[in-house]
T-cell receptor, first 113, second 109 residues
Framework: DTGVSQDPRHKITKRGQNVTFRCDPI?????LYWYRQTLGQGPEFLTY????????KSRLLSDRFSAERPKGSFSTLEIQRTEQGDSAMYLC???????????FGSGTRLTVV | TQLLEQSPQFLSIQEGENLTVYCNSS?????LQWYRQEPGEGPVLLVT?????EVKKLKRLTFQFGDARKDSSLHITAAQPGDTGLYLC?????????FGEGTQLTVNP
């Protein structure tokens, strides 16, 4: 297991289209997080899973955003009817437990044109 | 809402100089972590501090967690161009994670 994998690395989409990103965490990590980051800023929390349960969602996550982790392993983040303001780096992180440190993926860079 | 104020936001120094980055909050965190991020990549964990007053050293990097677990500092000695990057602090309280805004460090040769 080489770490947290995210796919795709880059996505360019037209405004109004739907996009889906995938995150494969480290296999023994039961906690999975999604963050959004704009250039030069710290990541902003979007949502958090413990196993397959989505335990917390940020107010940043509008109705157009949905995340799933159906079997407690990989997770998907879908954005419907994309807007230019959705352009950002979407980061996934996983952790074995609180305070153990978080391993981040390389992110998916979304550009909405 | 828990906030982590990170300072300075930008820092540009010459190779060989020392620097300190600060993270401050009015909230108590159960742990605090420091990450370094390069352009186009995800943050990479540098250290986790858990105990108030804890000091950890990682080669030329020294991390300190405040006694009250509300603040932390990262000190780099004799900075090198390879230290250039975005440094982020992350506070943990329960399941909630709070990132600082980041410090963009540039070390010029």
């Amino acid at each position: 297991d080489t770490g947290v994998s995210q796919d795709p690395r880059h996505k360019i989409t037209k405004r109004g289209q739907n996009v889906t990103f995938r995150c494969d965490p480290i296999s023994e990590h039961n906690r999975l997080y999604w963050y959004r980051q704009t250039l030069g800023q710290g990541p902003e929390f979007l949502t958090y899973f413990q196993n397959e349960a989505q335990l917390e969602k940020s107010r940043l996550l509008s109705d157009r955003f949905s995340a799933e982790r159906p079997k407690g392993s990989f997770s998907t983040l879908e954005i419907q009817r994309t807007e230019q303001g959705d352009s950002a780096m979407y980061l996934c992180a996983s952790s074995f437990a609180i305070n153990y440190g978080y391993t981040f993926g390389s992110g998916t860079r979304l550009t909405v044109v | 809402t828990q906030l982590l104020e990170q300072s300075p936001q930008f820092l540009s120094i010459q190779e060989g100089e020392n620097l300190t980055v600060y993270c401050n909050s009015s909230s108590v965190f159960s742990s605090l972590q420091w990450y370094r991020q390069e352009p186009g990549e995800g943050p990479v964990l540098l250290v986790t501090v858990v105990t108030g007053g804890e000091v950890k050293k990682l080669k030329r990097l020294t991390f300190q967690f405040g006694d009250a677990r509300k603040d932390s500092s990262l000190h780099i000695t004799a900075a090198q161009p390879g230290d250039t990057g975005l440094y982020l602090c992350l506070g943990t309280s329960g399941s909630r994670l709070t990132f600082g805004e980041g410090t963009q460090l540039t070390v010029n040769p």
